[in-house]
């Protein structure tokens, strides 16, 4: 990746997270601790990864993407914006009545949006099921899966996972985002995942460990997945939850709680500081 590359990445990301601000002070509610732990990762998909069109979202051919963490659809939502599929205008009518940017994602009414998800578990059930119907239709598209830190204590998921190995999916990537934090507190005092890499290890994974707000460790990663063969690749991403906004970092309160107007101030003056820093780079 180019100097340049990395500073438009990074740019790109301030501006996710400002829409993840707009979106859920818009809606006085949503989820936006794990969204702004995850925009990093939002804006490399959309921005550099992912064989996607913005004018054509249901071209047959694309790359499939799958929030499976579905509550963090205020930082899709923003990435997907940003990347054309919709006007960034629309972010702050998130969970309006009658607005197509409810509190989870749906295929049905949001253009971009692969799967309609948000119990837990599930989304990535879906996809590990995408891949193995490209795989049968002769597709060569790829499907990509976000997954949570707490979400992965569901058991469904480790279905999904002994299935993707099974079928030998290598054109399936799974990403956990281990910010370490739920809605009840660190995921390690309500139920411990770990270690893991080491459990994703032994269901048959590729597994990259990363700093997941470093642009050049997520291309790595991700150019890793795409060159392994045989089997899916799994990216754990250390991330911290409410990155970028001071007063949201580290904190499990701010899962699921909206800013009022005073911290809707403070967070997008941080925001717009951090972009102008990048751009001044």
Known sequence: MTASEKKQLMATACKVRMGVIEGTHGAKAGHPGGSLSA??????????????????????????????????APGLYAALALRGFFPVEDLP?????????????????VPGIDMSTGSLGQGVSCAAGMALA????GRSCRVYALLGDGEIQEGQVWEAMMFAHHYKLDNFCAIVDNNGLQIDGPVEQVMSPYPIPEKLRAFGFEVVEIDGHDFDQIEAAFEKAKATKGVPTAIVMKTTKGKGVSFMEGQAGWHGKAPNDEEYETAMNELKAQLAEVEAM
């Open 39 to 72: 925009s990093d990762l939002f804006t490399y998909l959309y921005f550099k990864e992912l064989n996607i069109d913005p004018k054509n979202p249901r071209w047959e051919e694309r790359d499939r993407f799958v929030l499976s963490k579905g509550h963090t």
């Open 134 to 137: 490209a795989r049968k239709m």
């Open 93 to 109: 009518t998130l969970r309006h009545i009658d607005s197509y940017l409810q509190g989870h994602p749906n295929m049905n009414t």
